[in-house]
């Protein structure tokens, strides 16, 4: 596999994004598609394309596509999620590195690898919990209304947007950047406005529960 800095940065930070939204669609795609020979994957992801994490994964996509559309189940599954989708998006952005040789403006020494792997690992890490956090953060305010279908739209968005990264990671690396770019900011600026909608309801809704004085 001979690809360049650019493309193979394009990857790392479309895995480490993808997996802090949805953590089994990446993984199961990613090795589906290099299972079926559609992309040659970098030796550090060719162990998704195993036939046993294919099954896995699957069975894991498949529990979270449903969860992931039911109100309160869904905010659950991300708070259970918080400890597992940061390091995997670590982990999967480090293995874009694994291996790879002769790749422009890398070398290939071992230990120009190595750092390219540990900058991968740390960038793969923090988009991963920023669109984590972005996630559960905007499904939690969503589930403060009483109608399902909110939830429910928003988590066919998410589905669409993994794949739709990663392709574009892939097939158009320049015009993946921007878009990253615009994706962060709406994080960002999601995490900051709903937080401090949630945290206002949480400050109303616990003197209400409280036991009247008489």
């Known amino acids: 596999m001979n690809l360049d800095l650019t493309h193979l940065a394009a990857l790392a930070a479309a895995l480490g994004w ?4 949805r953590l089994y669609a990446v993984v199961f795609l990613v090795g589906g598609v290099g299972f079926l020979g559609w992309v040659p994957l970098p030796d550090g992801l060719k162990l998704l394309q195993h036939p046993l ?3 896995a994964s699957f069975l894991m996509f498949t529990m979270e596509f449903v969860a992931d559309k039911i109100p309160g189940v869904d905010s659950l599954w991300d708070v259970v ?4 989708r940061i390091p995997a998006g670590a982990a999967l952005a480090a293995g874009v590195f694994s291996g790879v040789d002769g790749v422009v403006g890398m070398g290939s020494e071992q230990d120009v690898s ?7 690992a740390l960038a793969g890490g923090t ?7 972005a996630k559960a953060t905007t499904r939690a305010a969503a589930n403060t209304s009483p ?3 909110s939830n429910i739209g928003l988590s066919l968005l ?5 794949p739709v990264m990663l392709w574009l990671a892939w097939e158009h690396p320049l015009w993946f950047f921007p878009a990253l770019a615009v994706a962060l900011l709406l994080a960002v600026v999601l995490i900051v406005v709903l937080f401090k909608f949630l945290r206002g309801l949480f400050r109303r809704f616990v ?8």
């Open 114 to 120: 190595q750092a390219w792997m540990l900058i991968a």
């Open 158 to 162: 998410g589905d669409a947007a993994v």
């Open 81 to 84: 999620h918080t400890f597992i």
């Open 18 to 21: 993808a997996s802090g939204m």
């Open 147 to 149: 109608e399902p279908f």
């Open 207 to 214: 003197p209400a529960m409280r036991p009247q004085e008489t």
């Open 53 to 55: 994490v294919l099954g």
């Open 127 to 133: 988009l991963a919990a920023t669109s984590h956090a």
